[in-house]
Structure formats: C-alpha cells, structure tokens
C-alpha cells in the first residue's frame, strides 16, 4: 500500500452510504419537490446538480472548510456564525440535528473532535456541514479530500432518498452519479479563502423543506 | 451511569404504541425513570399518541423520523436515534429507562446493538398463527417475543396455546410473553422481566 492510498481508504469509508452518519433520513425538501411535481424523475439529476452548485458549493462547501481549518474558540465562533446565517428556523434545527447524529457517531467509533465543535454541541449550533469539516479532519483527512467527500456524500444522499421514494432506480441514480462526476471534481476543488463566508439563494429547495406536508417520511 | 435502552420492534398494528402505553403505568408505579423515542415511519403519529395519552410528560417522548427507512434508522444507522438518546439523558439526568419504538416494520427487522442494550419483538395473534414458524430475524433474535391481542385467538381461529408453544420452540426456549395490552394484561410480566433482566431494579 502506498502512502497515498491510506487517505483515499479512509475517503470511501467515510462517503460510503454504510457510514452512519444519520443523513439517509433527510431530503433537504426533495421529498416535498417531488410530491409538488416541481422535479421529477427526468429532471432528478438537474435538481441534484443545481444544489450543489448553490446549497453545497455555496454554503456547505465554506462552513466545512471552516470546520476543517478552525479549532477551539475560533471553531465554535464559526458555528454561532454559520448559525446567524442560516435564516430559515427549518433548516437551521435540520442541519442541527444532523449535527447531532455525527456527533453521536463520532462518539461510538471514538473520533475525538474538536473541543470547539464539542462547545458548540453544548450550545445547540452544532451545525452538520461545520462538524463534518472537523470530523473528517479527525479522521485524517485533508481539505481537498474533505471537500470531496463532502459533495459526493450531498449528491449520493439526494439520489438514494429518490430511490427510497421509488422516484427513482438505483442503476438509474448511478447512471446520474457517473454523469454528475465531472462537476463533484470542479466544485470541491474549489478551495474557499481562509476569510470566505457562506451565501446561499436556493428558494425552491429551502420553500419545499419548509412546506408542513401529511404523509412526511424524511426529517425534512 | 446511563440509562438502559430498550428496543420494542415489530410488525405495523401489532400493539407496539399500546405496548409502551400500558408499560409506561407499571414504570411509574415502580418508580422507574423513564423516556421514550418513537420512530415513525410518517411523522410523528406515534409521539404525538404518547403525548396525549399522559403517561409521560411530553418532552419526555422524542420523535425520530426513519426516512423511508425503518429498517435503517434502528439497525445500519442508529446515530439518529443515538443522539435522541444522548438527548434525553443529558437533559433528565438520572433517567433509569428509554424505550425506543421502531416505526413498524417486517419479520426481518432487528435492532443494532450499539443502539440498545435489548430489544423485544412484539407480533400479534390477528396477524396469524403461522407468524412465529417463519422464523424472521426479529422472532428468533429478540431478547423477548411479545405476542399480543391475545384475546383475539378465538375470533381469527387461532389455536393460541399452539402459537404460544410453537413461538418457544422455534426461539429454541428463549422467552415468549402473550398480552393483551388494550386491557394491561400481561405488560405486569413484560415490565417484571425488564427489571429482572435489564434494569436489575
């Protein structure tokens, strides 16, 4: 084994669907779109392509690089920070409790994280994209990795709740995911500046997370 | 020290939720600490059932969502319901006790042993009396096999003291309860063998 398989090993352990994290349960308002006929099974990898260009490239992609770089105060400053620029209550709680999760993951496989990200738990801005900067530094990870593993982690979440959904086929979503490789290379290669902060404008996905609906099967 | 996790999985309509309701009297009774999680498939039907049913004061009762995933949420994934848990015992320190409700699910399903310490399995006597000879993961593994609506035997023609013999054997003498939850028959003997099994208090 060479020096440089060992962080690709850990790269696929870590974005693999068997690493529980508790995403799986989320859709980030794909399930309220989908029932609203605002994407359908046609226009699925358009819809997952356009979050990450806006939510993960945008927003995601700065609050991990800030997980991963920061450590104590700094680190549970950028929380509260990610914290105040998340407007919408929903998604603030969401991306909380999914924190939480990690959290509660890191805990069993013994992953030590940052006191800073152990601060933030404790004041309720443990927010999932800053934690998972932090736990995959913890792992071994670099930032180029992280970021990677971070995409590819958005878009095969997107597409396995389409699958659940019965939207969509498996063989189908890898057909997507192969056809969605090249931008997963070009966006988590873009490295965000030490003094980047986050901006997002993605109403319909935010709307649709937002939207009370009977019948609901994922957190949001 | 933490609280015991306790699983309480099974098929849909089997009398889970009625399970937890009637065993929540006995808990209190007992003096035993107690919160629950729920895993709905949809929502949080069952949470709310709890809730209103009095038993616990509501923030004592947490809703997980499974995400189209029973299976998943207590089983390949439990860190949801982990930091439920975490949760819970952060905020009510000294809690002997939190059940864990699966959404409801097939014969296959079990619970992860990182999430709970036991689990019971609760099947019903409507669902028919050829359930335990199919053998699935959950009637064979479980800590405990509940089978309730007991009552109901004579009017789905089931032969229940066959059931009943026919679920012990095939768990190869591990313990079988019947109830009959709507009424609180039977749950005196499932909270006994919690305590004496799991919470040794």
Avoid at chain 1, 149 to 164: E, I, K, N, P, Q
């Amino acid at each position: 084994m060479s020096a440089d398989s060992l962080p690709v090993i850990r790269a696929m352990q870590l974005a693999d669907s068997g690493f529980p994290s508790g995403v799986f349960a989320f859709s980030w308002g794909l399930e309220s779109a989908l029932a609203d006929g605002q994407v359908d099974r046609h226009s699925l990898c358009d819809w997952v392509a356009t979050e990450l260009r806006t939510r993960w490239h945008g927003f995601d992609r700065v609050a991990l690089a800030g997980g991963h770089r920061l450590s104590g105060a700094a680190l549970a400053a950028w929380c509260e920070t990610i914290d105040t620029m998340m407007p919408v209550e929903r998604l603030r709680r969401d991306s909380v409790q999914a924190g939480e999760a990690l959290f509660a993951s890191a805990r069993a496989v013994r992953i030590a994280l940052d006191p800073g990200a152990t601060e933030a738990e404790r004041a309720g801005t443990g927010h999932f994209p800053v934690v998972h900067g932090d736990f995959l530094r913890a792992c071994g990870l670099d930032l180029p990795t992280a970021l990677m593993t971070s995409a590819y982690g958005m878009a095969r979440g997107a597409f396995s709740a389409a699958v659940r959904l019965g939207v969509s086929g498996a063989i189908a979503t890898q057909r997507d995911l192969l056809t969605l490789a090249p931008l997963l290379a070009e966006l988590s290669a873009d490295i965000p500046d030490d003094d980047a902060l986050p901006s997002g404008f993605m109403p319909l996905s935010d709307i649709a997370l937002m939207r009370p609906r009977d019948g609901r099967l994922f957190i949001n | 020290m933490t609280a015991a996790r306790v699983g309480i999985g099974g098929p849909v309509g089997s009398g889970k939720t009625a399970l937890i309701e009637a065993m929540l009297r006995e808990l209190a009774e007992a003096g035993i600490d107690t919160a629950v999680i729920t895993n709905d498939l949809v929502t949080d039907e069952d949470a709310e059932r709890l809730r209103k049913g009095g038993q616990l004061p509501p923030e004592r009762v947490r809703a997980v969502q499974a995400g189209a995933c029973p299976h998943t949420v207590i089983r390949e994934d439990p860190t949801l319901n982990m930091a439920a848990a975490d949760r819970l015992e952060a905020e009510f320190p000294g809690l002997d006790l939190i059940l864990l409700e699966s959404g409801g699910d097939n014969l296959a399903s079990t619970f992860s042993p990182d999430l709970v310490d036991f689990w019971m399995f609760v099947i019903d006597v409507a669902g028919g009396d050829d359930i335990p000879r199919k053998k699935g993961p959950g009637i064979l593994q479980a800590n405990l096999l509940v089978i309730n609506k007991a009552d109901l035997a004579p009017h789905v023609g089931v032969d229940f003291p066959k059931m009943l013999a026919e679920a012990t054997e095939v768990r190869g003498g591990g313990a079988v309860l019947p109830t009959v939850c709507r009424k609180g028959e039977g749950v005196a003997e499932v909270v006994g063998h919690l305590r004496r099994e799991v919470l040794f208090k």
